[in-house]
């Protein structure tokens, strides 16, 4: 399965994988894809140095890149405490009422969430750089906007190239403008941050309106037929991230949200703000419907509804409360239904791209095949 | 374009086309597609016989089908009356103040609006079928739930393929166990009535859930790349419903609708109740905003949102009144950007398609074609 984007990174296969696990992105880029580590939760750089190495001894040399979050805004002297103050008492009185009402423990003294602000600020991710820049990453992703000027410039010195996510054409041609390489359009159907035009519509907006810049198909793909669909509507390849949830390779540290995972159905999930303040699709919830709830208070923008809520996901994450346990996950977690290798999984969606090109050339009349 | 539905049913490419046009439908059949006519204004059999009458003699013998509205819940000795009678005064209100707002004239005497909710109910619809069993229909489609049995069996007593529409998989499975033998999968991104799972999850679902029955994909889909998309996902052809609204041989009535289409992008829908009290995607207008505002009073359900709102959406239509003039329409309405005879729309999809399967066995390195 090889485009031009899969040539110029020299990978066999044009799947990207997006994770936060180290061993997934490991195992995807050595399966003949390209693993895409998520940063977003090493505030401290040496954490994702010790992971970057890990991945750099366990990748054989294939290449992988890295996925960061910095918010195209840049929000200059804030700190956390000055964030922490715009929360509405309201707001963190109704958090405790909803933990309350489902006996969500306390976390234990001097264990804080380890999901913090400062992940999201532009600082961190500066940083990340200063660390991810001394390994031969290849790419480069920015799931909130376009990078500022002097990161691309500094990622394309190193020979990294730089994408970023976009939900509609609009969003696409702001990217093309600020110098990225890549752009990885996504769906609506796609887990985490998202727009609501679907992959169908999307993909074929984004490659025209970006043209000839490569583009990645994400949102809605789970299989090969899947991926032989965004290659039909122009995609250069495929960008995955919810498939690699129910791997083994993946540390969700909770058996409990597997199995909700490995149980849910296509419309189990819902886009909500509940998480971060932007629409996000996740496994829907009672803590979704919470937030979701006309008659409640309603969620807070980004970053303050992030903050609010960090300390209570952890505390329902760690305490596995079943009927508030969620995670940002796409409509394919319908299809999510076994556990399986990163390798058992990619090789699946090789296989069934191969399939889905059989039976297109049939239908096409081209037999040979 | 050749499926095994599509050498069933004795047509070239494996397009169907809905649409509430004679003349769409039928150069939909001659350009070697399946035209669809939507019957749901046909209140009067004998309007339905005369344009059954034309679409014969339009269509040189090659296939075209039906498609009714027959409501899967019996309602029993229900007049139009009885349901006036369950709308409150309050949304009436709402009704009047949101067209005094927009100086929205009223019809002038004597002149009703032309949509009826005896067009939803299951007498109209079996008058229509007995109009219809008449012509040499090869299909008959069923846009709300599964049609009752006995039509079922009539259809089949008759040479009549019976499909019905899905937006989830368990709903397939409804219909398969009806003893349908389509079904139409229709995405989120879809024009008219649909659910929230979108075609790239919906279609392989749909497939594997009624397999062997043959599935159609509809949402999303205005060029051949589509299609080929939609035939990778594993559909055995493609519904199109909005694509056509801005062919010549489309009858809306109004440039100023025409004009509203051929201008909006794949953002300007919206999945409303405001036009039948389920969710149905349409442009988004000022009038939706209004019902789908968490300060209005909000929609009532399907039968009595549609008999509220008819009158107001004759005036809106006949008075062209912009900020409020909509129709259903699917998120493809963003490339719907010129006007075209059915035929040049229909050969471009063909055109589409065929590019789509070169690009497909380029990355597939199957070179040869």
Chains 1, 2 share one sequence.
Do not use: C
């Amino acid at each position: 399965m090889e485009t031009e984007l899969s040539r110029k990174l020299g990978i066999e296969h044009a799947i990207f994988g997006f994770t936060p696990f180290p061993a997934v992105a490991a195992a995807i880029t050595r399966a003949g894809g390209f693993g895409v580590l998520g940063a977003v939760r090493y505030t401290a750089p040496d954490d994702l140095k010790r992971d970057l190495d890990w991945m750099h001894e366990h990748t054989a040399g294939k290449p992988y890149g890295l996925d960061v979050v910095m918010p195209a805004k840049k929000v200059e002297g804030v700190t956390e405490a000055d964030v922490e103050a715009m929360i509405p008492e309201g707001h963190r009185q109704f958090v405790r009422d909803t933990l309350a009402k489902h006996g969500v423990p306390d976390l234990p003294e001097g264990e804080a969430s380890g999901w913090r602000i400062t992940g999201w600020m532009e600082q961190v991710a500066r940083n990340q750089l200063d660390v991810a820049f001394d390994y031969p990453i290849k790419l480069l992703a920015n799931a909130l906007g376009s990078p500022p000027a002097d990161v691309v410039r500094r990622a394309h010195d190193h020979g990294v190239l730089v994408a970023a996510l976009a939900g509609s054409a609009r969003h696409a041609e702001r990217h093309a403008e600020a110098g990225i390489d890549i752009v990885v359009a996504q769906g609506y159907e796609a887990g985490g941050h998202t727009g609501d035009i679907a992959s169908m519509v999307l993909t074929p907006e984004v490659v025209d309106a970006v043209n000839p810049l490569p583009v990645l198909a994400a949102g809605g793909i789970g299989s090969g037929e899947q991926i032989a669909a965004a290659l039909a509507l122009g995609a250069q390849g495929a960008w995955l991230g919810s498939l690699w949830l129910t791997t083994y390779e993946a540390d969700l540290h909770s058996r409990a949200l597997t199995a909700k995972l490995l149980a849910a159905g296509s419309g189990d999930t819902v886009r909500s703000r509940a998480l971060t303040g932007k629409p996000a699709r996740q496994l829907r919830t009672e803590w979704t419907d919470a937030w979701d709830d006309p008659d409640g208070p309603g969620t807070l923008p980004m970053p303050l509804q992030g903050l609010l809520v960090a300390d209570a996901v952890s505390r329902i994450q760690k305490y596995e409360v079943g009927p508030l346990l969620g995670t940002p996950v796409g409509q394919i977690v319908g299809r999510m239904n076994t556990e399986r290798s990163v390798r058992d999984a990619f090789d699946e969606l090789t296989r069934g791209f191969e399939r889905a090109v059989d039976r297109i050339n049939r239908i096409a009349g081209r037999s040979q095949s």
